[in-house]
């Protein structure tokens, strides 16, 4: 255990329904990232933050995604009208400070869409 | 930041030393080299990491070539549990990290 949660652990759901997944990262660390990860792929980088803001965006991330740290502490995830290729783990991880790299990953959320 | 190449999969005995390869040809002169693991349904893990020099802690050891094209994660003596996805990672400036496919480490008793 990392000391970064994520909620749900997994989540189902319809095609067009819009979804929300929850990163609580370890208390000190200002920044954090949200990645993708298919079977067999290694995480694909969708978006980070620094305290509370959006510093970088991946151009892969379709309108649909957006991703919110109102308070520089949790972040949200939200998929909006989720389609079938949604399907996979979202994982989000974070670190302390502005130079070190070394992410601390959390268990991640995985979503099925039906 | 620099792109990676890795074997795909990877064989290793129980109790022998895992000696995993990276490929890193268009590494830059500010940019680190990073090892992370996945375990499977898990999030990946931080192993360790590099610039120049070589570096072991607790985990594992981290071989640097003198030209930085290149680098091996050697865990010394690889138990079943280090059975994972193996993830060598360069990275300098940028905010985005990219992850390519790893190396699966099969460790068999």
């Known amino acids: 255990d990392t000391g970064v949660s994520q909620n749900p652990r997994h989540k189902i759901t319809k095609r067009g329904q819009n979804v929300t997944f929850r990163c609580d990262p370890i208390?000190?660390?200002?920044?954090l990232y949200w990645y993708r990860q298919t079977l067999g792929q290694g995480p694909e980088f969708l978006t980070y933050?620094?305290?509370?803001?959006?510093?970088?965006k991946s151009r892969l991330l379709s309108d649909r995604f957006s991703a919110e740290r109102p308070k520089g502490s949790f972040s949200t995830l939200e998929i909006q009208r989720t389609e079938q290729g949604d399907s996979a783990m979202y994982l989000c991880?974070?670190?302390?400070?502005?130079?070190?790299?070394?992410?601390?990953f959390g268990p991640g959320t995985r979503l099925t869409v039906t | 930041d620099a792109k990676t190449t890795q074997p795909t999969s990877m064989d290793c005995a129980e109790g022998r030393a895992a000696n995993l390869p990276c490929n890193h040809s268009?590494?830059?002169?500010?940019?680190?080299v990073y090892w992370y693991r996945q375990i499977h349904s898990q999030g990946p893990q931080y192993i360790i990491h590099?610039?120049?020099n070589n570096e072991t802690n607790e985990m594992a050891s981290l071989i640097i070539t003198e030209d930085r094209k290149s680098s091996t994660l050697i865990l010394p003596h690889a138990t079943l549990r280090d059975t994972a996805v193996y993830y060598c990672?360069?990275?300098?400036?940028?905010?985005?990290?990219?992850f390519g496919a790893g190396t699966r480490l099969f460790v068999k008793a």
């Open positions: 268009t590494i830059s002169g500010n940019e680190y």
């Open positions: 590099g610039l120049k």
């Open positions: 933050f620094q305290n509370e803001a959006q510093l970088e």
């Open positions: 991880a974070s670190l302390p400070g502005t130079t070190n790299r070394e992410q601390y």
């Open positions: 208390s000190e660390h200002n920044r």
């Open positions: 990672i360069v990275y300098g400036g940028g905010f985005k990290t990219i």
